[in-house]
């Protein structure tokens, strides 16, 4: 069975740094495309990072420049290295593939950033 498992989040100050991990278990994370989401309350889950297979990755506006997604093919884990945080990054960050059809999507990882 699928299993995606995010950690590295907490409580930051504006301006800090906070990395996130994603390893996983039943899926080759290497050979997919993979994204991290976040989803603030009351708002939709929204795709902020990518990463493809080969390394390409790709951004939203709203986090280019502060956030970089990278991926350790050798242990199968995806990171999303946060920096300059800001209060609007506040959300739980959840990492899939970046494609339909997405895998069991997993508990997930709370960011929260105070002003």
């Known amino acids: 069975q699928v299993q995606l498992v995010e950690s590295g989040g907490g409580l930051v100050q504006a301006g800090g740094s906070l990395r996130l991990s994603c390893a996983a278990s039943?899926?080759?994370?290497?050979?997919?495309?993979m994204g991290w989401y976040r989803q603030a309350p009351g708002n939709q889950r929204e795709l902020v990072a990518s990463i493809t297979s080969s390394g390409t990755t790709n951004y939203a506006d709203s986090v280019k420049g502060r956030f970089t997604i990278s991926r350790d093919n050798a242990k199968d884990t995806v990171y999303l290295q946060m920096n300059s945080l800001k209060p609007e990054d506040t959300a739980h960050y959840y990492c899939n593939k970046q494609h339909l059809p997405y895998v069991n999507w997993g508990q997930g990882t709370q960011v929260t950033v105070s002003s």
């Open positions: 039943g899926i080759i994370l290497r050979f997919n495309a």
